[in-house]
């Protein structure tokens, strides 16, 4: 199933597509390096509603989601693939330091792999995070 971006790109031509992705690529070049916090919109939709963070620098995308008690940090990378997809590959090094830039450095973070019948959707990777209790 298509996201809404592959939907949009999807009604442009070759020279719009370009274009689309020029400018994109144009904007993501001014963003800061280190993550920083994006405000959320006041009217969320309820599936959303349980997003407690966002956050952003040039190189990746991170959402902190909060589903009844287990909290997830979802990284993704900001550079495209001319299908609209994130880009794959985010190292352990990278996904460490973006938690920490998050200020989420004092919890433990567990990267989650989906069983064979839930495929990871768009390159994005999750982490679970929970703290970590003393001996």
């Known amino acids: 199933m298509a996201n809404p971006l592959q ?8 020279a719009g597509r370009r274009e689309y ?5 144009r904007q993501r070049k001014t963003w800061p390096e280190d993550m920083q916090p994006l405000p959320l919109p006041a009217d969320l939709p309820p599936e959303q509603q349980q997003i407690e963070g966002q956050w952003r620098s040039r190189y990746y995308l991170a959402t902190l989601w909060n589903r009844n008690g287990l909290r997830t940090l979802h990284i993704n990378r900001t550079e495209m693939q001319q299908d609209g997809e994130w880009m794959p590959g985010i190292s352990w090094e990278d996904m460490q330091a973006v938690k920490i830039q998050c200020g989420l450095g004092l919890l433990v973070g567990a990267v989650y792999f989906p069983n064979d019948y839930e495929p990871p959707k768009g390159n994005v990777y999750v982490m679970v995070l929970h703290e970590q209790h003393a001996a």
């Open 7 to 14: 939907q949009y790109l999807g009604t442009l031509d070759r």
């Open 21 to 25: 992705f020029r400018e994109y690529e």
